[in-house]
């Protein structure tokens, strides 16, 4: 089982706490993955920048998704050829699955001016404003900052002004995902989409075409997709929400502890770690 097995996991209330963002709790059975030869794939509305920088703590080799599903990263030479579709980018083969950042900014800024009042975006707010937001540092505020294809907002309207605002989004083309802090703009693409994507590549290209046995951890609204697409779905219990609704009910796991915690809980039911 081993062999075929993909782990795709959020990052924020999933991997890292939901407060102090450290991964302490989980960091055993990271171990114990890596001995086994099992990917670990960052699944994150993260940006490059912070995600790049989440993998060198970590020691993680592995390609990895951004900005909800906006783009995959794939380290050259990690597969023994560039996948169909993808850019080379500095160290990356890059598969991109939406439009960049600064559309959604003009459709904002067109289409949206009624509902400003009720929202403030990441670009129109300094690091410090970021860091109070997340509870981050000034330095990985900054990094926050660096998006490609997203912009998050913090509502502070209704839920029937949410509602109104997102129908409208909607309606022009956007994506808007509910993160476990913000509401994300986007194009087409979601966690799922991108992970779907990535896990025919190893199929096709390390594990003989063999079906993959993906697992997917997370905690959020934004997870949706991805929990939906993989083969196990793992709810991770939030300090701050209930679990989220999921169609399926077939190889779902829900978490007893929270975060890492719960992170390493489950992963070590599932592959016995």
């Not at 990895?64 to 990690?78: D, K, L």
């Not at 900052?145 to 029937?160: A, H, T, V």
Request: net charge negative; glycine share 6%; charged share 20%.
């Amino acid at each position: 089982m081993h062999k075929k097995t993909l782990i795709f996991t959020d990052l924020d209330g999933t991997l890292l706490d939901h407060y102090t963002y450290q991964t302490t709790e989980a960091e055993d059975t990271i171990k114990k993955l890596k001995q086994h030869d099992i990917a670990i794939i960052p699944n994150s509305s993260k940006t490059l920048p912070e995600i790049l920088l989440i993998r060198k703590q970590l020691d993680l080799n592995s390609p990895f998704i951004i900005e909800n599903g906006a783009a995959v990263y794939i380290p050259v030479n990690y597969f023994k050829k560039q996948p169909e579709e993808t850019q080379l980018q500095g160290d990356y083969w890059v598969k991109s699955f939406c439009q960049d950042k600064d559309h959604w900014l003009s459709v904002l800024a067109t289409n949206a001016m009624s509902f400003k009042p009720w929202f403030t975006g990441f670009s129109e707010m300094d690091e410090q404003q970021v860091a109070r937001l997340t509870g981050l540092n000034i330095d990985n505020a900054s990094l926050a900052k660096q998006r490609q294809y997203s912009e998050p907002l913090d509502w502070f309207g209704s839920k029937q002004q949410q509602t109104e605002f997102i129908s409208l989004m909607q309606s022009l083309g956007a994506n808007v995902l509910e993160g476990g802090r913000f509401l994300h703009i986007s194009g087409a693409c979601d966690k799922g989409q991108a992970q779907q994507w990535l896990t025919a590549v190893y199929e096709d290209q390390l594990i003989d075409n063999e079906p993959a046995i993906s697992i997917a951890l997370g905690d959020g609204k934004n997870d949706i997709a991805m929990l939906e697409q993989a083969t196990i779905a793992v709810q991770i219990r939030s300090p701050v929400h209930e679990f989220t609704h999921l169609k399926r009910t077939n190889n779902v796991y829900q978490s007893q502890q929270y975060g890492p915690a719960g992170w390493a809980e489950c992963l070590n039911e599932i592959l016995s770690l």
